[in-house]
């Protein structure tokens, strides 16, 4: 193996070109901008330096890796010198050490722990892991700490699969103590492992190798998380204050420089910066001339009164470089104004802050006030909206920490999936961006106009096949037909989810449109979202074998979801509401004025959905599904909610769907399953577990639905594009 | 790992060492002329040599090959700032056998954005000299600024780009609470007003009447002739009676959203308007009006007409009554582009479509209509005149839409077939359960 590569990379060593045509000669040779004469006109930059042989390329990679941290030791490990690739080669998995009985684990690093082993990136397999997690609790290493852990060299070394550290992930917020504060202090030796750490500082951040990552509050939730606080966008902003900052003052020391020379720029006006000697035991001992009042000036004001009356909020180091005014800025929409050199802001590797944030420099105080005054309106509107977009996407609890954490170094292990920029900085965020799915942005369903893309002209309908006979069926057949006969439909995938053969050819109808049959294999409920290879369109159409649809109908609510290609446009909606006397969520399927769910035996949706049903959502929600053979809907509209935090679209529908119509118009036929109160019940049930998986309701009411521009209006039949929708047919067919 | 689909090129095994001709590169006894072929490639293979860095690297870009970068702890070029996941696949050295399966898997789509970037960095970033200084001084600039430095999608996407994102991007649905600003732009016809302002007042969410006194010939009616209503009423007056003066981003107008609405207007209930303004809180960076209207491009003419009334489909709202962020008032005044606003101005016509345009062409959506009303009717006017002023209004508004194109360079209306109704109109169910039941004349 050895051998083979080095013969590969000696063969190579010359200029080391490497062309690969895939596709590409068609490309260019239908003419894309090349032409002879640029041909002609290229010169290389190679020169004869360049194809001398060299020693070193004798040499594997892996040997050159143990040279290097051989040299440098730990302290310049980058991925390629410290990390093993190797075990990273099939999907990315992470394992956490068992915890040992008795072992100390503060609440927060509980948190931790749990989000992983509650992640689709959780193993229990060692031998399938890339990166390990060691169950000591590594977040407090402030020996004067109460939460700090004792004797953890000896249980770091222990570790089985230690070795130096290596692929191990290391999660820790403080480090250091009074009244040095050393950095770099863990009071045990990480090796080779990845540091996830808070306030790291440029000194000693190990670029693209460690995590810098935000000091987030012990009381930090543990999913869900607050919302931001911006719910309008008023413009312009018209808030109080300019810039604002509370906190205490360090009389002497390190990081004390920068907030004790705060009070330089305040004025008192716009700009309040309040600081306070009182605290700790002996300030008095310390205490300078403005303490007195400064700390008269500090109780004059309330920090959130500031916080959310203040366009800027400064945001100075600590003793330690990162502070927690960061994160309460950046939650409550006050764009953060750093004062903290050296400061490796957290995420830095993936997140744009320049869309987020002011970045001040300690040593120029003095500028500070001038340049937030130069920020325009429109500069501040976005970068408000940003620091929400960033808060509810990668930090507002101790899960969407740890994932950013798990995602950053999931793209650097697989580099060729690994998002760019630009999918970090937008909304959804990455955290939603399953990279196997594709390297195309446009074959997403967000970024549509974000790119100048148009969503596919075209869909498949999937029909979700329950019953054995269902070919003998007439309304099943109608149901072929009305969707066949869309000039979009492209193909019509019948998912048979029944414990018999499929039914032969001749038992379906001959259609326009081609029909495949997928016998699932589970025939459980949650195949209706697997993403088949078959689905080749942007656009899937979700039916149920009895669904009752016009081509029509179909036709409309296709040319909807072009408009709404991120949201689930369908036909019967129901509601969600919070059950004050049970004190949990209700489900409602009555007639309401307004709706949170589109069911999904009628409604179009983006196939990427498939994908983040099937492989982003973690395996035991599907279980339960399929366990109740229900609610699969029900957690799909969680799901895109989640994803989009915008309600589904209902568009009009001629004929009344199933369990409404069973419902309200003929509460005494008891066949169908939906009218059962168990299935209702459950749905209650679902709702609950799912809010509660998600940690918040992610839900959304809407008020509307939208109809053909010329719906029910007083002209002729004949003018409107969409005729069948307004067509009365007296009495639904109930088959 | 060779197949046909791959070229691997070494030096020649010519005669002279010592005078390699660096125009030619060889695959066993083929020879290709280099840099040329490299045109030929979807991908080229860059591995370290001596260095970590490969003038190859030059070549391939300049030749718009996508670079395929095997070279361990190599910084790339200007990685500060430049993302080259964008442009390069770039792999660990010991992934050399994996790249036939990675290449491969990458779509048409994606190796055609890849190239793109490829040709920006290096038109941009690397063409010559000059351009790989000036990049380096703008880092530093970058550093030395940090507040105003050169943002991402200014360093890595390539322009003209033909995507926009909406300036409000934040999926958002703001609060009831605050309510919106009627704002009424008014002359002389104070009795009109005055219905209007009485009619309007009745709406729950209306948080305050801005008049907007267009006459600088009258003073407006002392206060207490204006109607009693239970919401606050502030009036303005204008230096000069222009039509743009409707959407000025005026300090009094402390909502997000704005309901423009004329003096003429009596025929909207509170239902209605109470639902537009619902229908805006869900889609706060769009226009939501009543009547819709179209642009249809005229094969036979080569111009863009425009079309009112009766189509299936609409792109285009009457700002008579339409709710819209305040920040478009902002863009309207201080950003429209070319001599659109004076023109209004001048003409006194078409600021509707002017504001049309420049909402979908900073969002790149389409307005939402709401409710079937097609038109507002204008009690005053008798049957023959309204036919004859319709038909020249009509040219007029379609002269607007050619005009407007061409000064944007593009067509930035977006057509959809939907509007917006609420959930259980025309629904068989009580109408008393309804919550906007005063909703659905034409």
């Given amino acids: ?735 | 790992m060779e197949s046909e689909s791959i070229l691997v090129l070494d030096r020649c095994q010519s005669v002279n060492e010592d005078v390699l001709p660096m125009n030619k590169l060889c695959h066993g006894l083929h020879e290709f002329q280099y840099p040329q072929i490299l045109q030929e490639a979807t991908f080229c293979i860059i591995v370290r040599g001596a260095r970590l860095g490969q003038t190859a690297l030059s070549d391939a870009m300049k030749a718009g090959c996508i670079p395929v970068v095997l070279s361990d702890t190599y910084v790339m070029p200007f990685s500060d700032v430049l993302d080259w996941k964008r442009a390069a696949v770039i792999l660990n050295e010991e992934d050399l056998d994996q790249i036939p399966s990675i290449l491969t898997s990458i779509s048409p789509a994606g190796i055609s954005s890849m190239r793109k970037q490829v040709k920006f960095f290096w038109n941009h970033y690397f063409s010559s000299i000059t351009a790989i200084t000036m990049t380096t001084l703008k880092v530093i600039n970058d550093r030395v600024f940090p507040y105003a430095a050169t943002t991402y999608d200014e360093w890595n996407i390539p322009q003209p780009d033909p995507g926009v994102t909406s300036p409000l991007f934040l999926p958002l649905i703001p609060p009831r609470s605050q309510g919106f600003t009627a704002v009424i732009l008014t002359y002389d016809r104070v009795d009109s007003l005055f219905k209007v302002i009485m009619e309007i007042s009745q709406t729950p969410s209306l948080s305050k009447v801005l008049v907007v006194w267009n006459n600088q010939q009258k003073m407006p009616p002392p206060a207490a002739e204006w109607p009693k209503i239970n919401k606050p009423l502030k009036v303005v007056q204008t230096k000069e009676n222009k039509l743009s003066n409707r959407f000025y981003p005026y300090d009094e107008i402390e909502t997000e959203a704005v309901l423009a609405i004329d003096d003429d207007i009596i025929m909207l209930t509170p239902d209605e308007l109470e639902f537009g303004f619902e229908v805006w809180r869900e889609f706060p960076d769009r226009l939501v009006g009543y009547p819709g209207r179209l642009h249809l491009y005229d094969e036979e003419t080569g111009k863009w007409k425009y079309e009112s009334e009766w189509t299936n489909d609409l792109s285009m709202v009457l700002t008579g009554a339409a709710f819209y962020h305040k920040y478009f008032s902002h863009l309207y005044t201080n950003s429209m582009p070319g001599n659109i606003k004076n023109w209004v101005d001048e003409h006194m016509n078409c600021e509707d479509i002017a504001m049309n345009f420049i909402v979908s062409n900073y969002t790149g959506k389409a307005p939402i209509k709401v409710t079937p009303r097609k038109k507002f009717k204008c009690p005053e006017c008798t049957g023959e005149q309204i036919i004859s002023a319709d038909q020249s209004h009509m040219v007029e508004r379609s002269e607007c839409i050619t005009r407007f194109a061409d000064i944007y360079g593009r067509m930035p209306l977006q057509t959809v077939e939907f509007r917006a109704d609420p959930v259980l109109y025309k629904d068989p169910f009580p109408e008393e359960l309804k919550r906007f039941r005063d909703v659905g004349s034409l």
Wanted: proline letters at 5%; aromatic letters at 12%; charged letters at 25%.
């Fill in chain 1, 1 to 735: 193996m050895q051998a083979k590569k080095r013969y590969i990379l000696v063969t190579f060593s010359g200029v080391l070109l490497v062309l690969f045509y895939f596709g590409g000669l068609r490309i260019l040779r239908n003419g894309n901008g090349h032409n002879v004469d640029q041909l002609s006109s290229l010169r290389s930059y190679l020169d004869h330096d360049d194809v001398h042989y060299d020693q070193d390329l004798h040499i594997s990679p892996r040997q050159r890796r143990v040279a290097r941290t051989n040299l440098y030791k730990n302290h310049k490990c980058r991925m390629e010198t410290c990390f093993d690739f190797s075990l990273c080669k099939g999907d990315f998995k992470v394992y956490v050490y068992p915890t040992q009985e008795g072992e100390k684990v503060s609440e927060a690093y509980q948190k931790i722990l749990a989000s992983i082993r509650e992640s689709r990136f959780y193993t229990s397999d060692p031998s399938k892991a890339c990166v390990f997690v060691p169950s000591i609790d590594t977040l407090d290493r402030d020996h004067l700490s109460p939460d700090y852990v004792k004797n953890v060299p000896t249980k770091i070394k222990s570790l089985p699969l230690w070795n130096n550290g290596q692929n191990h992930v290391i999660f820790n917020l403080y480090s250091g103590t009074w009244p040095d504060y050393t950095e770099l202090d863990l009071s045990f030796d990480q090796g080779q492992a990845i540091l996830a750490k808070a306030s790291l500082s440029f000194h000693n951040f190990r670029p693209k190798f460690d995590i810098s990552i935000p000091l987030f509050p012990k009381d930090h939730p543990k999913k869900g998380g607050n919302r931001g606080d911006l719910q309008t966008n008023n413009f312009p902003i018209g808030r109080k204050y300019l810039l604002v900052f509370k906190g205490k003052r360090y009389l002497s020391g390190i990081g004390s420089e920068t907030r004790n020379a705060l009070f330089h720029i305040h004025n008192g006006q716009d700009i309040i910066l309040l600081t306070t000697c009182k605290h700790g035991k002996s300030w008095e001992k310390y205490k300078d001339a403005r303490c007195e009042q400064d700390n008269a000036d500090f109780d004059k004001y309330d920090f959130h009164i500031l916080l959310h009356n203040s366009t800027f909020c400064l945001v100075p180091r600590g003793r330690r470089l990162g502070s927690f005014r960061f994160l309460e800025s950046l939650q409550a929409a006050c764009i953060p104004v750093l004062l903290s050199n050296g400061w490796e802001l957290p995420f830095s590797e993936v997140i744009d802050w320049n869309k987020a944030s002011i970045l001040g420099d300690e040593r120029l105080l003095l500028q500070i006030p001038s340049i937030v005054r130069t920020i325009g309106n429109e500069e501040i509107m976005s970068l408000r909206q940003q620091t929400q977009f960033l808060w509810d996407t990668y930090f507002s609890s101790v899960d969407k920490i740890v994932m950013t954490t798990l995602e950053i170094i999931q793209d650097r292990v697989h580099k060729h999936l690994a998002r760019d920029g630009f999918v970090w900085n937008r909304s959804p965020g990455a955290l939603v961006m399953v990279p196997q799915y594709s390297e195309n942005l446009a074959s997403f369903p967000f970024y549509t106009s974000a790119i100048g893309v148009k969503p596919s002209q075209s869909f498949t309908a999937v029909v979700l096949a329950t019953t054995p006979l269902v070919t003998q069926s007439v309304t099943f057949t109608k149901l072929l037909k009305s969707v066949a006969k869309s000039a979009h439909a492209a193909k019509i995938l019948v998912l048979w989810n029944v414990d018999r053969p499929v039914p032969l050819k001749s038992k379906w109808p001959t259609l326009e449109v081609p029909l495949a049959v997928v016998d699932t294999e589970t025939k459980m409920i949650s195949s209706r979202f697997y993403p088949y290879d078959q689905i080749e369109t942007d656009a899937v159409l979700s039916l149920d074998e009895d669904a009752l649809l016009t081509t029509d109908e179909v036709d409309f609510a296709f040319s909807v979801w072009q408009s709404f290609a991120d949201r689930i446009v369908g036909y019967p909606s129901r509601s969600h509401f919070w059950d004050e006397a049970k004190s949990k969520w209700g489900y409602t399927s009555k007639w309401t004025n307004d709706y949170s769910i589109v069911l999904t035996g009628a409604a179009f949706y983006h196939r990427y959905y498939n994908t983040l049903f099937s492989e982003y959502l973690p395996a035991k929600l599907r279980h339960r599904v399929d366990e109740l053979g229900n609610c699969e809907d029900i957690l799909m509209n969680f799901l895109v909610s989640h994803v989009i935090k915008l309600p589904p679209i209902k568009v009009t529908q001629r004929k009344i769907y199933k369990e409404t119509m069973l419902q309200s118009t003929n509460p005494v036929r008891k066949t169908s399953e939906w009218l059962e109160p168990q299935h209702f019940n459950d749905r209650q049930t679902c709702m609950n577990e799912f809010a509660n998986y998600f940690g918040y309701m992610p839900l959304v009411r809407s008020q509307m639905r939208l109809d053909p521009v010329l719906y029910k209006d007083m002209v002729s039949n004949l003018r409107k594009r969409y005729k069948q929708i307004e067509l009365v047919d007296a009495r639904p067919r109930t088959s």
